[in-house]
């Protein structure tokens, strides 16, 4: 068992920057790839990046490339998202996700936090 406490949500005007961040505890997690997806009040829950255990490589949504940037530290257990140049369309439920191999499906991933609100001010 995979628990993830997802924080650093919060509310910024356009064109700020927030920084998410993901703990995770119980079972090693060092060895799993890491997600980050989001879900906007009446749509589906998409993808936003991905990260292999190594680090090594990312992965991320069109809508958001050159904006947003993940990154891990396995010592910690913690994965981050980097958001800048934020847009009100990012506004949504941010969440994180663990799964045996880098995927950008949902279905690929086992376990997955709470979620915390990002709310983008025009």
């Known amino acids: 068992q995979v628990h993830l406490v997802e924080s650093g949500g919060g509310l910024v005007q356009a064109g700020g920057s927030l920084r998410l961040s993901c703990a995770a505890s119980?079972?090693?997690?060092?060895?799993?790839?890491m997600g980050w997806f989001r879900q906007a009040p009446g749509k589906e829950r998409e993808f936003v990046a991905a990260?292999?255990?190594?680090?090594?490589?990312?992965y991320y949504a069109d809508s958001v490339k050159g904006r947003f940037t993940i990154s891990r530290d396995n010592a910690k257990n913690t994965v981050y998202l980097q958001m800048n140049s934020l847009k009100p369309e990012d506004t949504a439920v941010y969440y994180c996700?663990?799964?045996?191999?880098?995927?950008?499906?949902?279905?690929?991933?086992?376990?997955w936090g709470q979620g915390t609100q990002v709310t983008v001010s025009s």
């Open positions: 119980g079972r090693t997690t060092s060895s799993y790839a």
């Open positions: 996700a663990v799964a045996k191999v880098v995927a950008r499906s949902h279905r690929d991933y086992d376990y």
């Open positions: 990260i292999s255990w190594s680090g090594i490589s990312t």
